[in-house]
């Protein structure tokens, strides 16, 4: 996995951190109806052992590493992220967008699924907290 920018969560990278790192794979759209964002907050507990990055490198299947991270909603990410700062401590933060399933959006769902598209909850039936009305 590219984390953005040719990053990743890794023991060296994490090492060299100054101040947070945001690597944003996707800018927040305005409308929070359209999509939903994961989010994974890297902490120096969590980061990627060195030598296994060589391994990552050479295969296109999903890291096992990485989907063992929990993804979190807007406001459980901001709510930890804040209480990292709180406490001095650096992290890493990774998003996701996913379109939202709902019938209501210009979406061609039945393209989507075919395909195997990962699809977020209808913004009505996400049972999330909302962050600045993102949930």
Not at 1 to 29: C, E, I, K, Q
Not at 36 to 48: A, E, P, S, T, Y
Request: aromatic letters at 12%; charged letters at 30%; one cysteine or more.
């Amino acid at each position: 996995m590219d984390s953005g920018f040719g990053h990743l969560p890794t023991t060296r990278h994490f090492r060299g951190l100054r101040r947070p790192l945001w690597l944003v794979g996707a800018g927040v759209h305005e409308n929070p109806r359209f999509q939903k964002h994961f989010w994974r907050v890297w902490g120096h507990l969590d980061v990627i052992p060195d030598d296994d990055v060589p391994i990552w490198r050479q295969t296109w299947e999903p890291q096992e590493r990485i989907s063992k991270m929990p993804e979190l909603c807007f406001a459980d990410a901001i709510e930890l992220m804040r209480t990292l700062r709180e406490r001095g401590e650096l992290f890493f933060v990774t998003n996701q967008a996913v379109r939202r399933d709902d019938p209501d959006l210009p979406w061609d769902f039945a393209a989507m699924r075919a395909r195997g598209a990962r699809l977020a909850p209808a913004y009505d039936a996400d049972t999330d907290r909302p962050f600045f009305g993102h949930k």
